[in-house]
């Protein structure tokens, strides 16, 4: 990236550069105000070229200098990270830990030495062709989590283009302090490099909430909106800018009495943010004394700071899709074991629900993609308990894994994309076979065996919550997918997105199904997609019969203060108003006149 230079202003509109707005999409709440740091993407131009039979060793060589080279910038990245806040620095690491893990033995560097040695390729080329091969089959999951990591495979692909031809990386450290980053796209290495105490916040035309740059923006407490069109049209280093990471807004050289505005929006938000330090020591009880369980979901174990730390009440969702990334060969049950062993023992006691494996045969190590076809629609296809019971050797390992780990504290099993009551049979048979071979090799095991619950995340497996409650010892309600199936749409996909409306009547009605089978069953109902986390549903989710939710660490705060402002029978009360109406327009109006009114 290159830097535009400008004489910095001091004042708002006081340069040539006109007053604008401009909206994207708000991944991190706050308000920062300071002066514009544009950045420039400058393409690299990757050589194309054919290597002599006599050079291709030479050009391995090369190649491993710059994936060393890659391997010391990452540690590096890692001793400077350290100094950051607690939450920044241990997600930070993770990204850190999975770039170098992908510089290490992987697919990436398999395949780019093949295309060395047997294309003939140089190495420029090499990557970048094994780097696109690989973002597209990212690309092409159909799971929001993992297709946003295609952002680390391109970033790991950069950094070895960029040591292999000798480029440089943009610095942070000479920026006035509270400056505001603008820019085309800021890798998860870019933002691990902003100082929180100096940076204001950024925002970038390019990026969704999904990827790891909006993620550590959140542990960062930096405000930043990302996706917003047209951002570096017209603007000038020095010119000052306002971030909404709430609304998704930013404004350059707003004029003063807007500055104002944001001035004190700005105070508010600090003060508020100090507040929200004290939520973690509270109860999680509303007005009227109603206990609600507050979960965390996680997807690396090193998240594990950041929910304690939330006072998260227990590990509500926790996706083992870690163990099988990054990697060419299937994790055997000790590894998971050890994994899952450590998690339960750090939980001291509180409880741990551990998801069988959610993804696809295209998805998994070559061990496994190579046995079956590609699917035509991924969404609909061979895929979580779907392809456990068709590979049951792959399911089998898991659950003996999670049993094992059952004897060092409480654990639920939790078992994904369920649509009819025969497959939870099967996977109960499966676990009770699992335990009695784990008792006849000698190990310990929970007794009773742990609670088997099933993910409604289907439209199908909600309207027939009641049979599946017969053989579920609890639910847990994935409202991401259940949204995306019911609506037929990608919220991954900008053109449809907007279409993504958790408070579509038919999408409300079918959490309803499922709530009202867990209480006729008398069995325990989470719920444990982002809605689950996002505070203006709390009242109608605990109106509706919820008792736990399960979020990201950092929601934790903001939804424990809003089941604490309510009053779960006025709560009950507003619910059953909405659950009256056919238009959502109207739901969405009669929910937020109610959040309002707890302020």
């Not at 055997?332 to 023992?345: A, K, M, N, S, T």
């Not at 699917?375 to 392809?387: D, F, K, Q």
């Not at 094992?404 to 009819?420: E, N, Y």
Request: proline residues 5%; glycine residues 10%; neutral net charge.
């Amino acid at each position: 990236m290159t830097t535009r230079n400008h004489p910095p202003r001091d004042g708002a509109g006081d340069g040539p550069t006109a007053q604008r707005m401009l909206r994207g999409l708000g991944v991190s709440a706050g308000i920062a105000i300071g002066p514009a740091h544009v950045m420039e993407a400058g393409a690299l131009q990757v050589p194309e070229y054919c290597l002599a039979a006599d050079g291709v060793a030479e050009e391995v060589a090369r190649f491993h200098e710059a994936v060393d080279k890659a391997r010391r910038q990452i540690g590096k990245l890692k001793s400077k990270a350290g100094s950051l806040p607690a939450d920044a620095a241990s997600d930070i690491a993770i990204l850190l830990d999975a770039h170098q893990a992908m510089l290490s033995g992987s697919r990436l560097i398999r395949g780019v030495e093949r295309r060395i040695r047997e294309e003939r390729q140089n190495a420029e080329l090499a990557v970048q062709q094994e780097i696109t091969v690989l973002a597209q089959s990212f690309a092409a999951m159909d799971d929001a989590y993992l297709a946003a990591r295609v952002a680390d495979v391109r970033e790991v692909g950069r950094r070895l283009i960029r040591n292999l031809m000798e480029t440089p990386y943009q610095a942070f450290s000479r920026l006035p302090d509270g400056a505001i980053i603008l820019a085309e796209e800021l890798s998860p290495s870019d933002t691990a490099l902003l100082d929180p105490r100096r940076i204001g916040g950024f925002a970038t035309v390019l990026g969704g909430a999904e990827g790891h740059t909006a993620i550590m923006a959140r542990s960062l407490g930096l405000p930043a909106v990302l996706g917003a069109a047209g951002l570096l049209q017209g603007v000038q280093t020095g010119d000052l800018v306002v971030i909404d990471g709430r609304a998704g807004r930013v404004l350059i050289n707003p004029p003063a009495d807007v500055l104002a505005d944001y001035r004190q929006r700005r105070s508010l938000w600090r003060a508020e943010r100090e507040q929200l330090k004290a939520m973690a020591g509270l109860a999680s009880v509303t007005r009227d004394g109603a206990a609600i369980t507050l979960h965390a979901n996680l997807e690396l174990p090193r998240e594990l700071d950041g929910a304690r730390d939330g006072g998260a009440g227990g590990i509500g969702l926790l996706r083992t899709e870690f163990l099988y990334m990054n990697r060419d060969d299937l994790p055997g049950e000790e590894e998971q074991y050890e994994v899952l062993r450590d998690l339960v023992i750090a939980m001291e006691g509180r409880p741990v629900t551990a998801r069988t494996l959610d993804v696809g045969g295209e998805k998994l190590a070559g061990a496994l993609a190579d046995r079956f076809a590609t699917p035509a629609n991924p969404a609909l296809g061979l895929r979580a308990i779907r392809l456990g019971l068709k590979e049951p050797k792959l399911l089998e390992a898991q659950l003996a894994a999670m049993l094992r780990a059952s004897a060092h504290g409480p654990l639920r099993i939790l078992v994904p994309m369920i649509s009819q009551p025969s497959e939870m049979r099967r996977v109960r048979e499966l676990l009770r076979a699992v335990a009695r071979r784990l008792v006849r090799r000698g190990h310990a095991i929970a007794d009773p065996l742990p609670p088997l619950g099933a993910m409604i995340e289907i439209p199908g497996a909600a309207l027939a919550a009641d049979s599946l409650a017969s053989v579920s010892d609890f639910f847990a309600i994935g409202t991401n997918d259940l949204i995306q199936y019911t609506l037929a749409i990608d919220r991954g996909d900008e053109q449809v997105a907007y279409l993504y409306d958790p408070l579509h009547p038919a999408v409300l009605r079918l959490v309803q199904f499922a709530v009202d089978a867990a209480r006729r069953a008398k069995i325990p109902v989470s719920v444990c997609g982002e809605m689950a986390g996002d505070a203006r549903y709390a009242a109608l989710l605990l109106g509706l019969g919820v008792r736990e939710l399960s979020m990201a660490p950092a929601h934790l705060p903001l939804v424990k203060r809003r089941v604490r402002g309510l009053d779960l029978g006025e709560a009950t009360r507003r619910a059953d108003m909405i659950m009256g109406q056919t238009d959502g327009d109207r739901i969405a109006a009669l929910l937020d006149d109610f959040n309002e009114a707890l302020g």
